[in-house]
């Protein structure tokens, strides 16, 4: 019930596409819904992040698109460019426990130019 | 505003040493700070919570003997490896939470750990 699951684990896009990642998660007290871009050698940065009470918010290209009664969400990715080629981390974490945070398992991302 | 720094960013030592990793938030106090291990091409595992002032919250499966945390500031949290082993070889990271009660989290860029 704790686990967030994410998929795909490898994503090709064309430069210009849509990139999209998808992230399920099972429990209901989950109540904030991050997304992380890592490159590698380094540590995670936030991108954005949303809370449940919204579905959808947006910034610059980035989107997420939260799906409460599905208990999905998921990342977009527009006008994608080869600077996004990275590894996309979902997360989830809840009121309670010291806000830890429960990580999906990655998505590799590559943007060809 | 909100960065996290670790040190040293990689390390190499031999089997049976003891390894401490500091992780600082510079332009923030830190009320929190979480200890991650991530493996090659894998997911951020949390070790620790860790709470200035308080004995660190280690997660099921985590020997807190063998990782000791330390949090002793606002901006100051270390964890060390003792008696390293070469499976203990692994990309570490902590994170830090600006404001009590807050949910985002602050990465810093991680300590990569051979152990040999």
């Known amino acids: 019930q704790q686990q967030v699951k994410q998929s795909p684990q490898s994503l090709i896009v064309q430069k210009g596409g849509i990139s999209i990642i998808n992230c399920a998660y099972e429990?209901?007290?989950?109540?904030?819904f991050p997304w992380y871009q890592q490159f590698p050698g380094k540590g995670p940065a936030l991108l954005i992040a949303?809370?449940?009470?919204?579905s959808e918010k947006k910034e610059g290209r980035f989107t997420i698109s939260f799906n409460k009664s599905a208990k999905q969400f998921s990342l977009h990715i527009m006008d994608s460019q080869p600077g996004d080629s990275a590894t996309y981390f979902c997360a989830a974490s809840k009121d309670q426990g010291a806000q830890k945070l429960v990580f999906g398992q990655g998505t590799r991302l590559t943007i060809n130019p | 505003g909100a960065v996290v720094s670790q040190h040293p960013s990689r390390v190499i030592c031999k089997s049976g040493t003891s390894v401490k990793i500091e992780c600082r938030s510079l332009?923030?106090?830190?009320?929190?700070m979480f200890w991650y291990r991530q493996f090659p091409k894998q997911s951020l595992m949390l070790m620790a919570t860790s709470n200035e002032g308080s004995k660190a919250t280690y997660e099921q499966g985590v020997e807190k003997d063998k990782f000791l945390i330390n949090h002793a500031s606002l901006t100051l949290s270390t964890l060390t490896v003792t008696s390293a082993h070469p499976e203990d070889s692994s990309f570490y990271i902590c994170?830090?939470?600006?404001?009590?009660?807050?949910?985002?989290?602050?990465f810093g860029p991680g300590t990569r750990l051979t152990v040999t």
């Open positions: 949303i809370r449940p009470d919204v």
């Open positions: 429990n209901t007290a989950f109540d904030y």
């Open positions: 994170s830090a939470v600006r404001t009590a009660g807050s949910y985002e989290q602050y």
């Open positions: 332009d923030f106090q830190a009320t929190t």
